[in-house]
T-cell receptor
Framework: DAEITQSPRHKITETGRQVTLACHQT?????MFWYRQDLGHGLRLIHYSYGVQDTNKGEVSDGYSVSRSNTEDLPLTLESAASSQTSVYFCASSISGGGTDTQYFGPGTRLTVL | QKEVEQNSGPLSVPEGAIASLNCTYS??????FFWYRQYSGKSPELIMSIYSNGDKEDGRFTAQLNKASQYVSLLIRDSQPSDSATYLC????????????FGAGTRLFVKA
């Protein structure tokens, strides 16, 4: 069955370290998204991609970067982790076109920055 | 003003009652609307989508859309304890490119 996976599921790191969160989907979806979820804020969009070599900034992109070298993967990199980036991170994908944009979410990565 | 607003709750209803969840949005050009359910510690999952004014029913769930009032709601009939979760309203906004904007969610508790 098609699925979307994230790794690691839990990560503890120190301030200033570079961290990369992996996202892999086998839906063959063109669109992929990274969100962070914090109490009181819901899901906030970090970066998104509509296809290979395409990346776009979301509303909270500062301190994060992504690259899309193939359809299946969209890794999220925290260049220099900060305590404010402690959060739960969700990756999602959706099929392109049609304006329906139903998103399928991965299980999430809980990141703690000490 | 937030782009998608929901009452954070918690909303508490007795088992068997109707739970009513509400959402307003600011982008008048939005065309697609979604309700996601998120259990504690889990990822969101889609339960309803609606694209035109009126009601859309799926089992115990009914989504209602009023574009003139920029309002979308979700009704859960015969609420069950298993419906206890956070419900996220999401709107596909055309402003600045097509992006889905999520509300902060409403926590629902169904008391047995």
């Amino acid at each position: 069955d098609a699925e979307i996976t994230q790794s690691p599921r839990h990560k503890i790191t120190e301030t200033g370290r570079q961290v990369t969160l992996a996202c892999h989907q086998t839906w063959n979806h063109n669109n992929m998204f990274w969100y962070r979820q914090d109490l009181g804020h819901g899901l906030r969009l970090i970066h998104y991609s509509y296809g290979v070599q395409d990346t776009n900034k979301g509303e909270v992109s500062d301190g994060y970067s992504v690259s899309r070298s193939n359809t299946e993967d969209l890794p999220l990199t925290l260049e220099s982790a900060a305590s404010s980036q402690t959060s739960v991170y969700f990756c999602a994908s959706s099929i392109s076109g049609g304006g329906t944009d139903t998103q399928y979410f991965g299980p999430g990565t809980r990141l703690t920055v000490l | 003003q937030k782009e998608v607003e929901q009452n954070s709750g918690p909303l508490s209803v007795p088992e068997g009652a109707i739970a009513s969840l509400n959402c307003t949005y600011s982008d008048r050009g939005s065309q697609s609307f979604f309700w996601y359910r998120q259990y504690s510690g889990k990822s969101p999952e889609l339960i309803m989508s609606i694209y035109s004014n009126g009601d859309k029913e799926d089992g115990r769930f009914t989504a209602q859309l009023n574009k003139a009032s920029q309002y979308v709601s979700l009704l859960i009939r015969d609420s069950q304890p298993s419906d206890s979760a956070t419900y996220l309203c999401a709107v596909l906004s055309s402003t600045g490119g097509f992006k889905t904007i999520f509300g902060a969610g409403t926590r629902l508790f169904v008391k047995a």
